[in-house]
T-cell receptor, first 116, second 113 residues
Framework: GENVEQHPSTLSVQEGDSAVIKCTYS??????FPWYKQELGKRPQLIID?????GEKKDQRIAVTLNKTAKHFSLHITETQPEDSAVYFC???????????????FGKGTHLIIQP | DSGVTQTPKHLITATGQRVTLRCSPR?????VYWYQQSLDQGLQFLIQ???????AKGNILERFSAQQFPDLHSELNLSSLELGDSALYFC????????????FGPGTRLTVT
């Protein structure tokens, strides 16, 4: 099955600086890569996603890049703000194949700390 | 608010017992996914239902089962509970069974004592 590795596990940046979180996946059949933000005790919230036919996607201060050849994708947050502090999860999933799974395989998470 | 609802919010029960968690997907969504989140295992996919039928299984134990009803709400049944089953259980929904955006509910925190 799919395996997703996520680094770093903790990232501390100064407010206003950029943050980058990286993930690698193992199954070349994976074609959908979402990123979720989870605040303490809350639900994972989808913040951005990318499909395998796209190399980069931006939404205001957030961007995601995908390198299919290397099987890695990254989350970039610019001009970080205190409210960006949370745990961020990357995930991957494959296209259905008969009864194939559409469930997401998650990385272990990155605790992003924005220092004032 | 994602539009996905889950009940109950918290559940405390004893080892060996059985519990049922309930999830209502967003209006119009046909797929429901169940996930377990624990400190040691992280977020793990358990099972997916699409329009009433089981679509895919992940790391779901045999003691756990689920179903999706004609009104598309879903229930996750956990039996013969063990201390290690203590976790946050999330359901998520999406429009289709394909790789579409999944929106998570608020979760049910299960504590087994």
């Amino acid at each position: 099955g799919e395996n997703v590795e996520q680094h770093p596990s903790t990232l501390s940046v100064q407010e206003g600086d950029s943050a980058v979180i990286k993930c690698t996946y193992s199954d070349s059949a994976s074609n959908y890569f979402p990123w979720y933000k989870q605040e303490l005790g809350k639900r994972p919230q989808l913040i951005i996603d990318i499909r395998s036919n796209v190399g980069e996607k931006k939404d205001q201060r957030i961007a995601v890049t995908l390198n299919k050849t290397a099987k890695h994708f990254s989350l970039h947050i610019t001009e970080t703000q205190p409210e960006d502090s949370a745990v961020y999860f990357c995930a991957a999933t494959q296209p259905p194949s008969g009864g194939g799974a559409d469930g997401l395989t998650f990385g272990k998470g990155t605790h992003l700390i924005i220092q004032p | 608010d994602s539009g996905v609802t889950q009940t109950p919010k918290h559940l405390i029960t004893a080892t060996g017992q059985r519990v049922t968690l309930r999830c209502s997907p967003r209006s119009g969504d046909l797929s429901v996914y169940w996930y377990q989140q624990s400190l040691d295992q992280g977020l793990q996919f358990l099972i997916q239902y699409y329009n009433g039928e089981e679509r895919a299984k992940g790391n779901i134990l045999e003691r756990f089962s689920a179903q999706q009803f004609p009104d598309l709400h879903s229930e996750l049944n956990l039996s013969s509970l063990e201390l290690g089953d203590s976790a946050l259980y999330f359901c998520a929904s999406s429009y289709s069974g394909g790789p579409y955006e999944q929106y998570f509910g608020p979760g049910t925190r299960l504590t087994v004592t």
